[in-house]
């Protein structure tokens, strides 16, 4: 199979495993799935129970304090 760039799933995947670096394009990738879960739970109830794991709400807890400081 020939793949072309990794999806955002993957790059944040990787990059909970130690697998990539946890860099700027991690923490785009997770902002662009934010934005999809929103866009699914604005389509569609059965959706407002989907979470990301703790990993990823780590990773989005380390992007702001990178941010900040």
């Known amino acids: 199979m020939i793949e072309g760039h990794p999806t955002h799933w993957r790059i944040v995947e ?6 990539r670096a946890v860099d ?6 997770v ?7 929103a866009q699914l739970k604005k389509l569609d109830k059965s959706f407002d129970c989907v979470a990301f794991s703790p990993d990823v709400r780590r ?9 900040i400081g």
Not at 14 to 19: F, L, P
Not at 24 to 29: L, P, R, V, Y
């Open 31 to 37: 902002a662009i799935l934010t934005e999809r879960l």
């Open 59 to 67: 990773l989005t807890k380390q992007n702001r304090a990178v941010a």
């Open 24 to 29: 700027e394009q991690t923490f785009a990738s």
């Open 14 to 19: 990787d990059s909970i495993s130690g697998e």
